[in-house]
């Protein structure tokens, strides 16, 4: 299943200021809308990006998004990227805690953007940075 | 950065957010609102957020700041016009916006702060029921 899929690349965006937390937002929403997620999962999407962008901005000291459309032949879905080269998170359990924030924020900014996408995988550790995957596919 | 315009009618200052924000806009809006109650000793606060399409975790904390700061200066804040995928998406990811009281519309909301003034509903003129029901339809 996995060799079927196709991923095409939509964009590659930095994350070095707080608009280019928003750029993000918008070329997230240009790629669900292309491959046709419902509004709900394509604001579902989008919310999670903008948490993910932002903790690649305040707690990695900036970093980059990927955007990919992906289809397996019968669906279509989307996948972004964060990394960046911060610190990388030390007790990652805790960091998916609930209510769990070193910044300001309701602490669900990795909690959160969990539980809005079909996908989510995080690669973290002291000193190696943060690189955190997120997909969400058309029903 | 985007300046938010806070607007006043009556004892009621009204913020519409029309483009998405900044973090940076959005603290600076709640500077900016929690001055504008004092200088105008306004009795509530409505923030229409009918024009976004996105409010993440950062924002509705924003919110809340905002909500908990006007209540302390005693004055009463009502979030409106959220968008149904948004309100599907907070509740989703657990955010629950405590404290914020929030109205489906712009006129809802006035008559939220209308009857925390007064005591009493808000005078609306009475358009009654439309003239093709017939009398005792439900």
């Given amino acids: ?139 | 950065m985007v300046r938010v315009p806070i607007l006043q009618l009556g004892d009621v200052l009204l913020v519409s957010i029309q483009i998405d924000l900044e973090d940076r806009s959005a603290l600076q809006l709640q500077e900016h609102l929690a001055q504008r109650i004092v200088d105008t000793s306004a009795r509530g606060v409505v923030i229409d957020i009918s024009a976004l399409d996105v409010v993440d975790s950062f924002l509705g904390r924003t919110f809340a700041t905002m909500a908990a700061v006007s209540w302390v200066l005693d004055t009463e804040t009502v979030v409106v016009g959220m968008r149904p995928s948004v309100a599907i998406t907070l509740v989703e990811m657990g955010l629950s916006l405590k404290g914020v009281r929030t109205a489906l519309n712009l006129d809802r909301a006035m008559n939220i702060l209308t009857v925390r003034a007064t005591g009493r509903p808000r005078a609306v003129p009475d358009r009654g029921r439309p003239s093709w029901m017939p009398v005792g339809a439900p």
């Fill in chain 1, 1 to 139: 299943m996995t060799s079927l899929q196709q991923t095409e690349e939509v964009g590659r965006l930095s994350i070095y200021r707080e608009e280019d937390v928003l750029r993000v937002r918008q070329a997230v929403r240009a790629a669900a809308n292309a491959v046709r997620l419902p509004l709900v999962d394509q604001t579902k999407l989008v919310t999670a990006a903008s948490e993910l962008a932002r903790n690649a901005l305040v707690h990695g000291g900036g970093g980059y998004a990927i955007i990919e459309r992906l289809g397996n032949g019968r669906r279509g879905g989307v996948r972004v990227e964060f990394v960046d080269s911060g610190p990388g998170i030390e007790d990652l359990a805790l960091a998916m805690t609930d209510g769990y924030t070193t910044a300001s924020g309701f602490g669900l900014g990795l909690s959160g953007s969990r539980r809005l996408v079909d996908q989510f995988e995080i690669d973290t550790g002291p000193g190696r940075g943060t690189r955190v995957t997120v997909t969400k596919w058309a029903r």
